[in-house]
């Protein structure tokens, strides 16, 4: 079953508002990071590496809370308890660079908001969250 975001709330989820995306560790302990996120459909998006902590932790458990507060009114905020549905390296590149351009202004992640040593020494990963509950506040 999916959940739908309410329009009133997807301006935090169309970015550039930082979300809190929660995963669970292998031993059951929630883990917490602050991600770039972007919609497509009634999809989230949010970008990582391979191997990272998040993206060992989705790989093993799907489940995952993104918490998007509103920068200007701390007490407007959405909390989409989804499922990662797909995990994909293709286009992975170009999705972490579009985010790059709306969150900071800058025409590529490597060598502007990360690193440009890293850039081909990472592989970028895109995981599509499917909404089961949204929770919104004020509602």
């Not at 497509?40 to 949010?46: L, N, S």
């Not at 007490?75 to 994909?88: A, K, L, N, P």
Request: charged share 25%.
């Amino acid at each position: 079953m999916s959940a739908t975001i309410p329009d009133a709330y997807r301006d935090l989820l169309e970015g550039p508002v930082y979300a809190g995306l929660t995963t669970m560790m292998p031993d059951g302990q929630p883990q917490s990071t602050v991600v770039w996120v972007n919609c497509e459909g009634e999809y989230v998006k949010v970008n990582s590496a391979r191997g990272r902590q998040k993206d060992k932790n989705m790989r093993a458990n799907p489940k995952v809370t993104l918490l998007a507060i509103d920068p200007n009114n701390p007490f407007r905020w959405i909390e989409v308890r989804g499922v990662v549905d797909e995990i994909t390296e293709e286009g992975g590149l170009e999705h972490i660079n579009e985010l790059a351009r709306l969150y900071v202004g800058a025409p590529e992640y490597y060598g502007h908001a990360a690193p440009a040593e890293l850039k081909g020494k990472e592989t970028r990963v895109i995981y599509k969250i499917r909404p089961v509950r949204v929770v919104t506040f004020p509602d």
